[in-house]
């Protein structure tokens, strides 16, 4: 994890903690301001004891309602991909660089607007303490938002999916494999591509499987 100043949320994360603690401190951040507007915080779910983390980009509406995180589409696509690389979802751990749903509000709809840097920064002192917390052989950033956010540098999945690179952690070295996220798997279905697409990634989740 790359060294840098730790703005936002540092004061609400209990030092040295575990998952348990760090879910319950969450709901107390105002590490930045989408917590305003976000009807909860969605912080994380999966066992503490995971070889593989997956790393999202942030909640979407489907999980600011329910309060965990990848139950919508994207997270039934994600399901169906853990499946077919033999993963087990109750295996791996899931959140969010981002533990806040930011949005903007068209009528009654509420669409996802994609996170600033400024928020990635201001959330990243709970996403290295879950990281410490977990101590994961691999972690998977699903998509170039999550993928900053872990490697602290601007990321194009193109040049290094398939990689399995090396980050320093809270823990010690890491390795890090970048994929798509699910929601670009779930914008093509009912396309010719659709297919491609989702065994990109389960060929991905394979490779931090093994």
């Given at each position: 994890?790359?060294?840098?100043?730790?703005?936002?949320?540092?004061?609400?994360?209990?030092?040295?903690?575990?998952?348990?603690?760090?879910?319950?401190?969450?709901?107390?951040?105002?590490?930045?301001?989408?917590?305003?507007?976000?009807?909860?915080?969605?912080?994380?779910?999966g066992?503490?004891?995971?070889?593989v983390?997956?790393?999202?980009?942030?909640?979407?509406?489907?999980?600011d309602?329910?309060?965990?995180?990848?139950?919508g589409?994207?997270g039934?696509?994600?399901?169906?991909?853990?499946?077919?690389?033999g993963?087990?979802?109750?295996?791996?751990?899931?959140?969010?660089?981002?533990?806040?749903?930011?949005?903007?509000?068209?009528?009654?709809?509420?669409?996802?607007?994609?996170?600033?840097?400024?928020?990635?920064?201001?959330?990243?002192?709970?996403?290295?303490?879950?990281?410490?917390?977990?101590?994961?052989?691999?972690?998977?950033?699903?998509?170039?938002?999550?993928?900053?956010?872990?490697?602290?540098?601007?990321?194009?999945?193109?040049?290094v999916r398939?990689?399995?690179?090396?980050?320093?952690?809270?823990?010690?070295?890491?390795?890090?494999?970048?994929?798509?996220?699910?929601s670009?798997?779930?914008?093509?279905?009912?396309r010719?591509?659709?297919?491609?697409?989702?065994d990109?990634?389960v060929?991905?989740?394979?490779?931090?499987?093994?």
């Amino acid at each position: 994890m790359a060294t840098r100043e730790r703005p936002g949320a540092e004061r609400w994360v209990p030092p040295d903690a575990d998952v348990g603690s760090l879910r319950e401190a969450a709901p107390g951040c105002r590490g930045c301001e989408l917590w305003a507007d976000a009807t909860q915080v969605v912080f994380s779910a999966g066992t503490d004891r995971a070889r593989v983390v997956l790393v999202g980009e942030q909640p979407g509406d489907k999980e600011d309602r329910a309060g965990e995180p990848f139950v919508g589409p994207a997270g039934g696509e994600l399901d169906a991909a853990l499946a077919a690389a033999g993963l087990d979802k109750d295996e791996v751990y899931l959140t969010n660089a981002v533990k806040h749903f930011r949005f903007e509000e068209r009528g009654k709809r509420r669409i996802h607007k994609k996170p600033g840097v400024a928020h990635l920064e201001a959330c990243h002192p709970w996403l290295e303490a879950e990281l410490a917390a977990v101590a994961p052989s691999v972690v998977v950033c699903l998509g170039a938002t999550a993928a900053r956010a872990v490697l602290g540098r601007p990321v194009r999945i193109g040049e290094v999916r398939g990689e399995l690179l090396e980050t320093e952690g809270p823990a010690g070295p890491v390795r890090v494999l970048v994929t798509t996220h699910p929601s670009a798997v779930v914008r093509l279905r009912g396309r010719p591509e659709w297919q491609e697409a989702f065994d990109g990634l389960v060929a991905d989740l394979r490779l931090a499987a093994g």
